[in-house]
């Protein structure tokens, strides 16, 4: 669009030039995508094979089912954390009203 500054067009002219620019914007554009869209296609069907012999790799497999153990039993030990917290707050919390109850009664008696 600079050269568009540089010549005296008039508006029609300029309009042409513009939808011009336009149009070359568009298929640059298209042609990116499409040269973008072969790589993916070329990558995946470079690693694909490779893919399959992840998945059918006993060893790995082993491992993938071992790390989703552990992470399910350290997630029932926090979880258990978590409550044993949660029901000791709450135990303290009824404690101290039941305290404050009773301070409060002794209070009116005096």
């Known amino acids: 669009m600079y050269y568009l500054d540089c010549y005296d067009l008039n508006k029609k002219q300029t309009k042409r030039e513009k939808k011009n620019v336009d149009y070359d914007n568009e298929l640059l554009q298209l042609h990116y995508s499409l040269e973008n869209l072969q790589t993916l296609r070329e990558f995946k069907e470079a690693f694909e094979e490779s893919y399959q012999k992840s998945l059918n790799n006993e060893r790995l497999q082993n491992d993938l089912r071992e790390w989703r153990k552990w ?24 404690c101290n009203y039941n305290l404050s109850r009773k301070k409060s009664k002794i209070i009116q008696k005096q």
């Not at 979880?79 to 707050?89: E, K, T, V």
């Open 71 to 94: 992470r399910k039993r350290e997630f029932e030990e926090i979880r258990g954390m978590i409550l044993f917290f949660r029901d000791f707050q709450e135990f303290s919390i009824q």
